[in-house]
Structure formats: C-alpha cells, structure tokens
C-alpha cells in the first residue's frame, strides 16, 4: 500500500471525499436529465471478458440513460497503481472500479468518492442483505457499492467420520474433540495453512468482534478483546493438541491433491470454492457433506461471518449518481445475476448483496461433490446467508497490519509464540503504526 498518506487523518479524508460526492453529484446529474446522449461510466475490471461482457451487454441493453464500457485491468495490483496515477493527475478517471484493497485504507489515501447520500435510498428499499454494508463503509459512510459476502459453512469427508466413529461437529469444542480422536488414526481435522491468518480473523467476526472501532475521530484499537481472546483459544488448543495440518495454499494442486487425500477431513468453505473441489477431487468425490458452520458453546444465536466487498466509486469521477445505480443494478438485479451464468461451469455468479439468494443456490452446488447428500447444500448455504452478521470494522492501515498477522500467525501455527502473544504483539503494532501516520487512535 501506498503510505504517502500518512498525515491525513481519516476524519479529514471523509470531509474531502463527502466534499467531492457533492460537486461530482451535481455535475452528474446534467447528461441524464436533460435528454441528451447517455452517460458512459468507465468499469475497471481484472475479470476474465467471458465474465463480465454478458453483464455489460445486459445492463447496455436496458438502461438508455447510462451505458457501460470495460477497461480491462492487468490484475490487483495493476489497477491499485493506475488508480492512484489517474486520481493523481485528475483524469480519465473511471466511475467504477473492483476492489483491490479496504475501503478505510483506500479512503485514507484519498482515493475514493463519498456516494453516502445517493446510495442512502436504496437502503429502504429492501434490495439488500445488510450485512452487506460494511464492507463498502468507512465510519458510517459509504465509499462504493456493497457487493455482498460468499455465506460461510463447512464440509466434512463424512466418508472418514463414519469410518472412525467421530460425531458431525455442532460447536468449535466438538471439532477440537473430534481432531483429538482422528490424531488416533494419523488424520487431522482441519488445514491452517502458515501464510493465511484468516479462521483466525473470521472466528473474532463470528464471536462478534472487531479490532478497530472509531468513535468521533478516534480510532479504538483492540486485539484482546473477550471476542478476540475467545476466538484465538479455538486456534490455540488445534495447534497445541497437533490436530490441523499446515498445508499451504502457494501450490494449489498440492493443497486439492491432500485434501482429496482423507488425511484432512474438515473445511470452513464457501460457495465459490466448491466447483474447484468438484473438478480436482478424485478419491473422495461424493464423500463430502455440507454442515453448518460449527457455533461457540453456548452462543445466544447461530452466527455466520459476513464481511463483504464493494465496487469503488474513485476519486473525480464525473457521474456519481449513475455510477451508484449501475453498481446497484449489477449487485442486486435478476437480470445482472442471470447475465453472469458460464456455460462451462453452469454456474452464475454468487448473488451475495441480495437478502434471498435462493433461485441461484442450486446451480452453486456442484452435481458429485457432495454425492448422496446433495439435497442437503441448499438448506445449509440459505441458513449460513441468514444467519450472517459483519460487525468487522477495518482502520485506514489494515493492509499493513494484517501483513504482519501473517507474519505473526506463522509463528502460531509452527508453536514458536501462542495465539495471546500475537495478539498483543498486534495490538502494540497497530497503535504504534497508527500513531506514526499522524491518526488519533486509543488502544
């Protein structure tokens, strides 16, 4: 990331970005209301033509007021540096863009367009899931389009439950307690891989909490709340007791091949890694079964992580207005949902903005994956979609900090520091980071 933002606050940021929205709002309005050509919105974009052409073709087709043209993108980090070198020089700024990084960081180096109040009716008018939110906020203002989040649940190879007598888990304790009883037989029960911290990160958001929180222009940090501290003894007695393998994720077709193997047997999933498993898996296709996400003991209600992405509205965009509504279309519509099936992999893409995602469930769980059991994805994906909450809160340096959580996390998961330690080694790392960009921050 790029730090030359480190004396801007963040409340100075919001100020300037909701300044922008207000200039860009108006200018805006000018094309569409009087009749005249069409407003074209420039979408930056590193998906693959066959994905995004069909959806630009659809929404080209229906809107006469606004119409879309793709710029393609190299990849991530591409489209990170053309976006800061065209709002660097004020132009030829695109109206949407995918998003590469966190909205608060994002926000913090000036980059983005406080679509606030034109987004705002929407949210009245029940086209979302809001635990979509979110992800496309900074403070209590949005900065792009919620695109949604991916539900979260797990598959287990029910193959090698029965065949060791090991219950289907209902609670992280019940999966510890089966790891324990697999490590007989030479079988872990889950994969933490070192490079990615991430069941860390989602069980602090399923526990219901959150590291930042910012209140006036304060950033709160915390890493040792009862939420976080709750979360990390689940990763500290899996490592302490040897029942997670390390896998790595840099060699993919290693990482599918183990876990095809039944030497691991439990995954936190979502839908959009299924057809990969469905496509790779050899040895244990149809040994699978969808569970839901395991719960903490005793929680009051079944809880899903939920922290979803947005479509960045930049810095000098021209059409503010017509870019919230086309980034909703494409987040929420039918036709921006139908537009997006692959006749390769007879799949649409996840619909995760929308409160009811239940008419594109099926063609999300592959045919074989799951054998006999199916019939039981659909109700196990629409419950994970309910249950889903994002109380995530993400401060204007978490591409930074969650850098050095991976740093931190290897040394978790290979028993040279415990999961407390990290966790106070983060907190005083991101205070001290926060302190040296000039941001008011207390933790």
Same mark, same amino acid.
């Given at each position: 990331?790029?730090?030359?933002?480190?004396?801007?606050?963040?409340?100075?940021?919001?100020? $300037?970005?909701?300044?922008?929205? !207000?200039?860009?709002?108006?200018?805006?309005?000018? *094309?569409?209301?009087?009749?005249?050509? *069409?407003?074209?919105?420039?979408?930056?974009?590193?998906?693959?033509?066959?994905?995004?052409?069909?959806?630009?073709?659809?929404?080209?087709?229906?809107?006469?007021?606004?119409?879309?043209?793709?710029?393609? =993108?190299?990849?991530?980090? !591409?489209?990170?540096?053309?976006?800061?070198?065209?709002?660097?020089?004020?132009?030829?700024?695109?109206?949407l863009v995918k998003n590469f990084g966190e909205v608060p960081g994002l926000v913090g180096e000036g980059l983005l367009t406080d679509v606030t109040e034109v987004f705002q009716p929407y949210t009245s008018k029940g086209v979302y899931n809001e635990a979509s939110y979110a992800g496309a906020k900074?403070?209590?203002?949005? /900065?792009?389009? *919620?695109? +949604?989040?991916?539900?979260? /649940? $797990? $598959?287990?190879?029910?193959?090698?439950?029965?065949?060791?007598?090991?219950?289907?888990?209902? #609670?992280?304790?019940?999966?510890?307690?089966?790891?324990?009883? /697999?490590?007989?037989?030479?079988? &872990?029960? $889950?994969?933490?891989? +070192?490079?990615?911290?991430?069941?860390?990160?989602?069980?602090?958001?399923?526990?219901?909490?959150?590291?930042?929180?910012i209140e006036g222009d304060t950033w709160k940090v915390d890493f040792l709340s009862p939420q976080s501290l709750k979360a990390g003894d689940v990763i500290q007695q899996l490592v302490d007791n040897g029942l997670v393998a390390n896998q790595t994720y840099q060699d993919r077709p290693a990482l599918?091949?183990? /876990?095809?193997?039944?030497?691991?047997?439990?995954?936190?999933?979502?839908?959009?890694?299924?057809?990969? &498993?469905?496509?790779?898996?050899?040895?244990?296709? +149809?040994?699978?079964?969808?569970?839901?996400?395991?719960?903490?003991?005793?929680?009051?209600?079944?809880?899903t992580p939920a922290h979803g992405g947005a479509l960045l509205v930049p810095k000098g965009c021209a059409n503010v207005k017509e870019a919230v509504e086309a980034g909703v279309w494409m987040a929420t519509s039918k036709d921006a949902v139908d537009a997006s099936y692959q006749p390769d992999t007879?799949? &649409?893409?996840?619909?995760?903005?929308? *409160?009811?995602?239940?008419?594109?469930?099926?063609?999300?769980?592959?045919?074989?994956?799951? !054998?006999?059991?199916?019939?039981?994805?659909?109700?196990?994906?629409?419950?994970?979609? =309910?249950?889903?909450?994002?109380?995530?809160?993400?401060?204007?340096? &978490? #591409?930074?900090?969650?850098?050095?959580? =991976?740093?931190?996390?290897?040394?978790?998961?290979?028993?040279?520091?415990?999961?407390?330690?990290?966790?106070?080694?983060?907190?005083?790392?991101?205070?001290?980071?926060?302190?040296?960009?000039?941001?008011?921050?207390? !933790?």
């Amino acid at each position: 990331m790029n730090r030359g933002y480190a004396s801007i606050t963040v409340t100075a940021s919001l100020a $300037m970005a909701t300044a922008l929205t !207000g200039c860009s709002a108006q200018d805006s309005g000018s *094309p569409a209301s009087t009749g005249s050509a *069409p407003v074209t919105l420039t979408w930056w974009s590193w998906d693959e033509s066959k994905s995004l052409d069909p959806i630009v073709a659809k929404f080209n087709a229906t809107h006469e007021h606004i119409k879309l043209k793709v710029v393609k =993108q190299a990849d991530n980090p !591409g489209t990170a540096a053309n976006l800061r070198n065209v709002v660097a020089a004020g132009q030829d700024v695109p109206c949407l863009v995918k998003n590469f990084g966190e909205v608060p960081g994002l926000v913090g180096e000036g980059l983005l367009t406080d679509v606030t109040e034109v987004f705002q009716p929407y949210t009245s008018k029940g086209v979302y899931n809001e635990a979509s939110y979110a992800g496309a906020k900074a403070g209590d203002r949005f /900065f792009g389009i *919620p695109t +949604g989040f991916a539900p979260s /649940f $797990m $598959m287990i190879n029910r193959a090698v439950y029965d065949k060791h007598g090991v219950a289907v888990p209902k #609670t992280w304790d019940d999966l510890i307690a089966a790891g324990k009883e /697999f490590k007989k037989h030479g079988v &872990y029960v $889950m994969n933490l891989a +070192g490079e990615d911290p991430s069941n860390l990160v989602n069980l602090v958001q399923q526990a219901g909490g959150t590291w930042y929180k910012i209140e006036g222009d304060t950033w709160k940090v915390d890493f040792l709340s009862p939420q976080s501290l709750k979360a990390g003894d689940v990763i500290q007695q899996l490592v302490d007791n040897g029942l997670v393998a390390n896998q790595t994720y840099q060699d993919r077709p290693a990482l599918i091949s183990y /876990f095809d193997s039944g030497k691991m047997v439990s995954l936190p999933t979502q839908t959009w890694q299924l057809g990969t &498993y469905e496509l790779n898996y050899k040895k244990s296709l +149809g040994d699978w079964q969808p569970i839901d996400l395991p719960q903490f003991a005793g929680a009051p209600a079944f809880v899903t992580p939920a922290h979803g992405g947005a479509l960045l509205v930049p810095k000098g965009c021209a059409n503010v207005k017509e870019a919230v509504e086309a980034g909703v279309w494409m987040a929420t519509s039918k036709d921006a949902v139908d537009a997006s099936y692959q006749p390769d992999t007879k799949q &649409y893409s996840w619909p995760g903005a929308i *409160p009811d995602p239940s008419p594109w469930i099926d063609s999300a769980v592959p045919e074989k994956l799951f !054998g006999e059991r199916r019939g039981e994805a659909a109700d196990i994906v629409l419950k994970a979609v =309910q249950a889903g909450k994002d109380p995530w809160v993400l401060g204007p340096n &978490y #591409t930074g900090v969650f850098s050095e959580l =991976q740093d931190q996390w290897a040394k978790i998961v290979t028993k040279k520091i415990t999961v407390r330690q990290a966790l106070e080694h983060m907190q005083k790392f991101t205070v001290d980071d926060l302190k040296t960009k000039n941001i008011n921050v207390e !933790g």
